[in-house]
Each structure stands twice: as C-alpha cells, then as structure tokens.
C-alpha cells in the first residue's frame, strides 16, 4: 500500500479535492543538483484529486489516503514499454519484411510508437485504482503531530 496525507482543497456536492503538498526531490545539494534545477524552471503547480467521501470535511483538512499498489506496476509496464516494443515491431517489420528506407523506417518507428502510446492509454484506462481512505484528522491537529515529526 501507497499512502499518502492530502489537504482539502475544495469540496462540490460529495465530492471532496484533495491537494499534494509538493516535495523537493532532494535537499541535500542546497539547490546545485539536476533535480532541483529542473523543479525550479518548471515549477510545481498543484493538481486536485477528486475522491467520493461520505464523512463532512472542511477546506483545509488533512486525509491519509491509501493506493493499492497491485495495478501500479502493469500501469507502468502499459506506459514506458508498450510504444518502445511497438516502435521496435514497427521499425522491424518495415526493414526486414517491407525493404524499406531508412527514413521511412523511422517514420513507421515514430508512428507504431504513437500507436502503442494510445494502446497504453486505452489499458491503463482499464486499469482501476482502489483508493481507500485511511483516516481523516481534526482539523485542529497540527501537521507535525499528524505526520508524527514532532520532537518533542
């Protein structure tokens, strides 16, 4: 199991939007390594996540969430292999069976890899998460007692 502590960012009907606190990849360079590079020319704009609540809630408090993981992996395999294997097949089958050029050759490449891009997304569409909610805090708690960071 994924878990995860969100804040409420709005609620329509019963439907509640939770919203990531976002996190540095690392802070041990203080800023100099790539990964902190690229978080500062792209930004961290904050998606909401819709999820179906039944419990009220209040803008602003904190939800743990839990993602079964069994899915993520067949998620993952649909989205980083499926245009790399379909691009292989493409660019395969126009050299060895077709005898084609070279540029054409890539350009079957390209296009069988847009072609298993939209075959990962119609499977990973198919692929349902079940998101479960863990716990839902008071909204009095400070985040550091909910995280269970304090010191003292």
Request: charged fraction near 20%; include cysteine.
């Amino acid at each position: 199991m994924i878990e995860q502590t969100l804040t409420v960012a709005a609620i329509k009907g019963a439907t509640v939007y939770l919203e990531a606190q976002p996190k540095p990849a690392c802070e041990g360079c203080n800023g100099k390594c790539g990964s902190q590079v690229f978080a500062k020319l792209f930004g961290t704009h904050k998606k909401q996540f819709p999820v179906d609540l039944t419990e009220s809630v209040e803008i602003g408090q904190k939800i743990k969430l839990a993602l079964d993981d069994t899915n993520v992996v067949k998620h993952a395999f649909y989205v980083y292999m499926m245009p790399l294997l379909f691009a292989f097949a493409g660019m395969f089958i126009a050299a060895l069976v077709l005898g084609l050029n070279e540029p054409l050759q890539i350009l079957i490449a390209f296009t069988s890899a847009a072609l298993g891009l939209f075959f990962a997304r119609v499977q990973g569409d198919k692929l349902k998460h079940q998101v479960k909610v863990i716990k839902i805090y008071p909204i009095s708690l400070p985040i550091t007692q909910i995280d269970g960071d304090c010191t003292k």
